[in-house]
């Protein structure tokens, strides 16, 4: 038998992240420095399953186009390497900066159930002097002592008004603390948050509310995507919201935003792990969700985290199939002929007296249902409501997982599907009435692995 090509196999997704070969899981250490994204991540060096956790390393400068460098942090004495974050040093309060390069350090969990002589846990460091490529584990660690049992993930950035780093971690249950640090080597505790139904991977970051830089709101996240939005003062997380949740998919899982993304883009980007994704006799196992960019918009509910993919999907758009002011009525597919592997779908649709409308992608349904005003993919489903009898829907295909993103971001569902190979079939239909297309845009995809 001919070898399949690495990239190539036949469930490798094209455009999200896997790894050459064997596990992966959670996003880690998410830095941006000097026109390269480095995305870290949880990964088994010599396994298809979970184990000897060890950060993985990519670097982008699209998020997109990722290339695959050596690992970077492997287990030790302390453990083995569970998730965390990344952040620059710009004013080298480390003291790790040696040349003209900012110092990048990595603030992880030694998970020392796993290590040689079983320890507790605790969480460490290590730098970078040179733009990501070698890391050197800091000498002091454990940088932070246990707390509780299983306390993990830390999530760090430096708080500007108060001058200080600050870490969000898990401890145990549904409980998280926060801590402060003149130098990511010594910590103190800040506060306590309490995020019912969330555990693992906390995230904490700032938004501006309908793009006014003037009016800021706080996001606390946890790793299954339930979130408060509220405030921070640089020792406490006030929760303003009930606990809130944008993401519904089946598979979303430890989502984490990047670190230092510079003022001129502004954007808080994030990427989650697509947990439970199925890959038969492929070489690697789990994937990544498509990165997305997040904003806080004001709705009818009050304020909510939007979620949406990155623009620079647009880097591999290839052909464009497009529509306006279409009947859709249950009897013509306008997308007959059209290959359903990798493709971008962007819909408005007015809903007309339809009772439902929605997509077929390899003979699987997104289908909204008017009366209740869900909309639901791979036996998942979210509330979505109709905004001047219309709803927007954004459709992310790839070999194995199918993302849907209604009303420009308001929800998303991101899930995992194995396609019968042979079924490439693609369709939009209405049923029980017509509605109208007001505009309809197919975009295939090219493979971002390719040259
Ligand atoms: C979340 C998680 C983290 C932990 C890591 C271990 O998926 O359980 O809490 O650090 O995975 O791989």
């Not at 049992?149 to 549904?174: C, I, Q, S």
């Not at 196992?285 to 985290?305: S, V, Y």
Request: net charge negative; with cysteine.
């Amino acid at each position: 038998m001919i070898e399949e090509t690495l990239y190539q196999e036949k469930y490798r997704p094209q455009f999200h992240f896997t790894a050459k070969k064997n596990w992966l899981n959670d996003p880690n250490g998410l830095i941006y420095y000097d026109g390269e994204y480095h995305l870290f991540f949880q990964h088994n060096p010599s396994g298809i399953n979970w184990g000897n956790m060890t950060w993985g390393h990519a670097v982008s400068t699209d998020v997109v186009h990722w290339e695959q460098f050596s690992h970077a942090i492997e287990p030790d004495e302390l453990g083995t390497i569970f998730s965390g974050s990344g952040v620059v040093d710009w004013n080298n309060t480390t003291g790790f900066q040696t040349g003209q390069e900012s110092v990048l350090v990595a603030i992880y969990t030694s998970a020392g159930e796993f290590a040689p002589k079983e320890t507790p846990y605790t969480q460490s460091i290590a730098y970078s002097v040179d733009r990501g490529r070698t890391w050197t584990k800091y000498e002091g660690n454990s940088v932070l002592s246990n707390l509780a049992k299983g306390n993990r993930d830390p999530k760090v950035f430096w708080h500007k008004p108060t001058k200080k780093w600050v870490m969000a971690l898990y401890l145990e249950n549904n409980d998280f603390a926060l801590f402060g640090s003149p130098d990511l080597k010594s910590w103190t505790k800040l506060s306590d948050v309490h995020l019912p139904d969330a555990s693992e991977c906390p995230d904490l970051f700032e938004l501006p509310v309908d793009a006014d830089q003037n009016r800021t709101k706080w996001v606390f996240w946890g790793a299954n995507g339930r979130h408060f939005i509220g405030t921070f003062d640089g020792e406490h997380f006030d929760a303003e919201s009930d606990v809130l949740q944008t993401e519904h998919g089946a598979n979303c899982y430890a989502a984490q935003t990047w670190s230092d993304i510079p003022s001129s883009d502004n954007r808080r980007l994030q990427i989650a792990w697509m947990s439970g994704g199925k890959y038969p006799d492929m070489p690697f196992n789990q994937q990544m969700a498509f990165p997305c960019e997040l904003t806080l918009r004001t709705t009818a509910d009050g304020i909510r985290l939007f979620r949406k993919p990155v623009k620079e999907i647009e880097t591999i758009h290839k052909r464009r199939h497009t529509w306006n002011d279409e009947k859709l009525t249950p009897a013509a597919n306008l997308l007959d002929g059209i290959e359903g592997e990798l493709l971008d779908i962007r819909a408005e649709i007015e809903l007309g007296d339809a009772k439902a409308v929605g997509f077929g992608v390899r003979g699987e349904n997104i289908h909204f249902d008017i009366d209740s005003q869900r909309l639901a993919c791979l036996e998942k489903s979210a509330s979505l409501q109709p905004i001047n009898e219309r709803i927007s829907l954004q459709i992310l295909v790839d070999r194995t997982s199918i993302e849907v993103f209604g009303n420009d971001g308001r929800v998303s569902m991101c899930s995992c599907f194995l396609p019968d190979m042979a079924d490439r079939s693609l369709k939009i239909f209405a049923s029980g009435g017509t509605a109208c297309i007001v505009s309809l845009d197919v975009y295939e995809l090219h493979s971002a692995w390719s040259p």
